[in-house]
């Protein structure tokens, strides 16, 4: 199987009978992607692996529900945003408010121009040496543009698969990576990361 693409009616029906080496194939195939997303999504090394954990007793328990019309890779994502929705709501986390507004409207003039344009976020991204500055700036992010900003950056999803694994639409999408990236830029600015 590999994981873009939905898998084959006798895949299917061999993880519906529980078969062992179908279930470990699925896992394999699986689980770091999802341990990496926890990861990015701000979750701490044990918080992650029970995330994942988590992701696999809900696709075990449900796996008679999944219909095979998706990527396996979607509907475990799927589950294991609704599992970091859970631990949020849980902990009593969720951003009301977003700040991010008054941050755009100190960026422009009057007239709409940048006052200081933007950093490159693509090239901050590729060096090493800031990995740790991104990575504190991504935890200051809200939940959902942080899932956003993972999904689509970090584990490299289509934006339909991303739609489908949030529930949000294509516009929202769009709000929250943009967002995001705003967000990040402004950290990075803040910490001393200039565009040059």
Request: glycine letters at 8%.
């Amino acid at each position: 199987m590999t994981p873009t693409s939905p898998p084959s009616i006798g895949f299917l029906e061999r993880l519906r009978r529980r078969e062992p080496e179908a279930l470990a194939e699925a896992v394999r195939d699986h689980a770091r992607p999802l341990h990496r997303a926890a990861r990015g999504l701000g979750f701490e090394e044990h918080e992650a692996e029970d995330l994942v954990q988590d992701v696999f007793v809900t696709f075990l328990e449900r796996l008679d529900q999944f219909e095979g019309r998706s990527q396996l890779r979607t509907w475990l994502f799927g589950i294991l945003h609704r599992k970091t929705l859970e631990r949020r709501r849980a902990a009593a986390v969720d951003d009301r408010m977003d700040p991010i507004d008054e941050v755009f409207e100190a960026r422009f003039d009057g007239n709409g121009k940048w006052t200081r344009p933007p950093a490159d976020l693509e090239r901050l991204l590729l060096s090493k040496e800031i990995g740790d500055v991104i990575r504190g700036c991504m935890g200051g992010l809200p939940v959902h543009q942080r899932e956003a900003f993972v999904l689509r950056e970090v584990e490299g999803l289509a934006t339909d698969e991303i739609c489908k694994i949030l529930s949000i639409s294509v516009t929202n999408f769009g709000v929250l990576i943009h967002r995001a990236r705003a967000r990040l830029r402004e950290c990075l600015e803040s910490k001393g990361w200039e565009r040059p």
